[in-house]
Structure formats: structure tokens, C-alpha cells
């Protein structure tokens, strides 16, 4: 099945894109897709660190994707 993922802020920078289309199996969870995110993008090695959201809602680990869902990875900001 095929799913967007996007990418922002440093996960854009250590993907080399902001967005692109990932082939994966049938009832991948959210976090089979962070290994599989990992192993593609070793420089996403801290993957776990990041948020996640599916569909503009933020998910948990145990979320099971489904075909075409947009999928955000977030990294952790700090400001002031």
C-alpha cells in the first residue's frame, strides 16, 4: 500500500525532501513505520524522539495505517 509521508524542519533536512510516497505492507503500525523510516533514513536513527501525526491528528505507536493516509513526522522544537 502507498501512504505520503512529510517531513519537517530537520527530518526534511536529513531526508533530503519534504514530502515523498512510501510503499509498505497492509496494517504497518505507526511504529513498524518508524523502523522502516529508520532504516531507509539512517540519519533518522532517533526517530522514536519525534511526533507523528496521521491524518492532521497526532498518533500513537499502535496506530495501523491504512492506504493514502498522510503522515507527518515531527521533530521536537524548542524556543523561546
Known sequence: MKIKILF???TADFTGSNSNMFNCEENITVKE???ALSARYPKLKNISE???AVNEEYAEDDLIL???DIVAI???VSGG
Request: aromatic share 14%; proline share 13%; charged share 20%.
Open 50 to 52: 519525534f511526533a507523528v
Open 66 to 68: 491504512d492506504e493514502n
Open 74 to 76: 515531527i521533530p521536537p
Open 8 to 10: 519537517f524542519g530537520i
Open 33 to 35: 513505520l518508524k523502523i
